[in-house]
T-cell receptor
Framework: LAKTTQPISMDSYEGQEVNITCSHN???????ITWYQQFPSQGPRFIIQ???TKVTNEVASLFIPADRKSSTLSLPRVSLSDTAVYYC?????????????FGSGTRLSIRP | GAVVSQHPSRVICKSGTSVKIECRSL??????MFWYRQFPKQSLMLMAT?????????EQGVEKDKFLINHASLTLSTLTVTSAHPEDSSFYIC??????????????FGPGTRLTVL
């Protein structure tokens, strides 16, 4: 499983765009990149997943450069409720036995 | 999305007792479920992989005799913390992959169970 590196913490203000970058230099050819969000005392929640270039959903965008050695989660116009820990995960799809190993995550704090 | 529930959400027990935590996939079948433990301000740590109808696979350093896992059906896995001690106090989270959703590495997580051992 590819190891990921993220900033430990980030601060921003309401209405701003927040970009969290994750490094995964040892990503394998068949690995996907997945981001989860976790609020205090809750289980993680799936945000977005991608393989290359750009993926966008109603919550966020995920930018993946051509070499796939990093990825950036972009949260547009954040609000106080976006304060959470964000985890970047890299792993292969397919098998239902694929386990997820969590890194340290990025603690995002949004201020008024 | 698919829903995973856990019961109880919170439990307080005395040292030396055993506690059972249930994890259910409510609207899908899960051949495999995962159990995690999370201490305050730390990341989730994978404890074991629970396979329906077979023995669980434990991660290195996790005592299989202390953390008993039973995955009796495609929608239920249980984690029993035996002879609990204060150091077992933690937030326990389960997750499951939809058996039908083989294409992606997306797992659905339960809301977690807060265990406090006095």
């Amino acid at each position: 499983l590819a190891k990921t590196t993220q900033p430990i913490s980030m601060d921003s203000y309401e209405g701003q765009e927040v970009n969290i970058t994750c490094s995964h230099n040892n990503i394998a050819t068949n690995d996907y990149i997945t981001w989860y969000q976790q609020f205090p005392s809750q289980g993680p929640r799936f945000i977005i997943q991608g393989y290359k270039t750009k993926v966008t959903n109603e919550v966020a965008s995920l930018f993946i450069p051509a070499d796939r050695k990093s990825s950036t989660l972009s949260l547009p116009r954040v609000s106080l409720s976006d304060t959470a820990v964000y985890y970047c995960l890299v792993g292969p799809p397919g098998s239902s036995a694929s386990k997820i190993i969590f890194g340290s995550g990025t603690r995002l704090s949004i201020r008024p | 999305g698919a829903v995973v529930s856990q019961h109880p959400s919170r439990v307080i027990c005395k040292s030396g007792t055993s506690v059972k935590i249930e994890c259910r996939s409510l609207d899908f079948q899960a051949t495999t479920m995962f159990w995690y433990r999370q201490f305050p301000k730390q990341s989730l740590m994978l404890m074991a992989t629970s396979n329906e109808g077979s023995k669980a696979t434990y991660e290195q350093g996790v005592e299989k005799d202390k953390f008993l896992i039973n995955h009796a059906s495609l929608t239920l896995s249980t984690l029993t913390v035996t002879s609990a001690h204060p150091e077992d106090s933690s937030f326990y989270i389960c997750s499951a992959r939809d058996r039908a959703g083989e294409g992606y590495n997306e797992q659905f997580f339960g809301p977690g169970t807060r265990l406090t051992v006095l």
